[in-house]
């Protein structure tokens, strides 16, 4: 992961290169030191400048290297994003690092050269605003202290993918940070609402920790500290409520994933908005950055949701189910039926769910779960539930014969299929 760091030779510039140059000695990775000449400023004054510019970097860079960095440097004209963006492809950069946008920004920054890079970049891009903690964790004095916004994404999992990475080379505190607002909540795990607007049930709260617990967990490494997890309800823009979570937690850095979104679409961006108001350090991480091909590491199963409508089409897919989880984790069975009779027979349903277990469903430490669950629209209830349990796989049987049927393991499958945000292992009968 080659580093460039971006400087204009202000203060927070040398802040921000001396994190870029504690991170590439512990990263044992080359340093890009550049300065980019605005294209009017070079045309007005020349070789006058440029011999000023070339001298201010040669200083820098020497600084730098008494810090044990290996640094070779860069001066370029032209508008500082573009220029940049074309060296860090050029190059194969992965990491850019710069300082932030100061109070003195317009706008704090928007529409500047950092909100240029956020936006054109196709690496992560680390804004400093303090290098003693980079410091000291290169050092090894204490650990960094990282808060992550969690949410179901790519690039989520983008920032997850850095984040796994970084923890890598030293001790790293995670903090998990998830802002939400009840009420799409409610309806998207299909839990009651309680009669207040913005209360919060412990079914809720427990659902949300266990959901970002299992997205977080490729993070759980040993020898690492555990994964601390902080909910927060939020009304109105959520960068607002992370940056304030993270400034609570006392964090060297706040890593976010980014859509680069551009325009109008900066309004609702997370990233776009943690960048310009955090205090603390800033990662953005693009989708672009997220592991591709042979890096991609090979996810580890801990839950399945199975469903059954009893037939044999439907219960073929259960001992699937559990193959899924050869080294333990949690089978969800689960069945749907109308309200009230489902509710009026769940003593004898979950008796019948039972009955379909595998004999050995309890060996390598599984654990399972039989859930009878009621609603009109069966897939709507099965991919609710999926949120609710925080499933990583989604098992159904179909029956096979010219496509889906329409029946639960039909229709249901097919419906489920097209919208569920996770994997659907779909079982079919061999032909007869």
């Known amino acids: 992961m080659t580093i460039l760091c971006a400087t204009h030779f202000s203060d927070a510039a040398q802040r921000a290169a001396t994190a870029a140059a504690e991170l590439a000695r512990r990263l044992d990775e080359p340093l890009f030191l550049v300065h980019v000449l605005p294209g009017d400023l070079a045309r007005a004054f020349g070789q006058s400048l440029r011999e000023s510019a070339a001298l201010a970097l040669a200083e820098e860079v020497k600084r730098l290297e008494a810090l044990g960095a290996r640094v070779s440097h860069q ?25 932030g946008p100061t109070s003195a920004s317009p706008f704090l920054g928007l529409g500047g050269s950092v909100d240029r890079l956020a936006s054109t970049l196709s690496v992560p891009l680390l804004v400093v605003r303090d290098d003693v903690a980079f410091s000291e964790w290169v050092k090894g004095t204490r650990p960094l202290k990282v808060m992550l916004g969690v949410d179901r994404s790519l690039p989520f999992e983008a920032a997850r993918g850095w984040l796994q990475t970084l923890r890598r080379y030293g001790g790293v505190e995670v903090v998990a940070g998830r802002v939400y607002w009840p009420h799409e909540e409610y309806q ?58 993270a400034a609570d937690e006392k964090v060297d850095l706040l890593v976010v994933g980014t859509h680069q979104r551009r325009a109008l679409g900066k309004l609702w961006s997370v990233s776009h908005h943690a960048l310009r108001l955090a205090k603390m350090s800033v990662a953005s991480i693009p989708v672009a950055a997220a592991a591709r091909g042979s890096d991609v590491p090979i996810p580890s199963l801990r ?28 089978i969800f069975l689960v069945y749907v039926g109308e309200p009230p009779q489902a509710m009026e027979n769940e003593r004898e349903l979950r ?44 098992c159904l049987g179909s029956h096979g014969r010219g496509g889906l049927k329409q029946t639960l393991m039909g229709s249901v499958t097919k419906d489920v299929m097209a919208r569920a945000d996770r994997p659907v292992l779909v079982v079919r009968p061999p032909e007869p």
């Open 351 to 394: 008796k019948r769910l039972h009955q379909l277990l595998p004999r050995d469903a309890d060996a390598k430490d599984r654990k399972v779960q039989v859930e009878v669950l009621t609603g009109q629209d069966v897939a709507t209830t099965l991919l609710k539930a999926a949120e609710r349990f925080s499933v990583d796989v989604m």
């Open 303 to 330: 839950s399945v949701l199975v469903a059954t409508d009893f037939s044999d089409s439907a219960n073929r897919a259960i001992p699937y189910a559990f193959s899924l989880l050869p080294q333990g984790g949690t």
């Open 75 to 99: 001066l370029l004209a032209g508008e500082p994003a573009d220029e940049l963006a074309r060296f860090v492809e050029e190059k194969g950069v992965g990491l850019v690092v710069t300082a």
């Open 188 to 245: 998207r795990m299909g839990l009651p609402h309680p009669q207040a607007f913005q209360d919060v049930s412990p079914e809720l709260r427990r659902s949300l920790e266990q959901e970002v617990r299992t997205l977080t967990s490729p993070l759980e490494l040993q020898g690492q500290p555990p994964v601390k997890v902080r909910l927060e309800l939020g009304v109105g823009r959520i960068a607002d409520h992370l940056v304030a979570l």
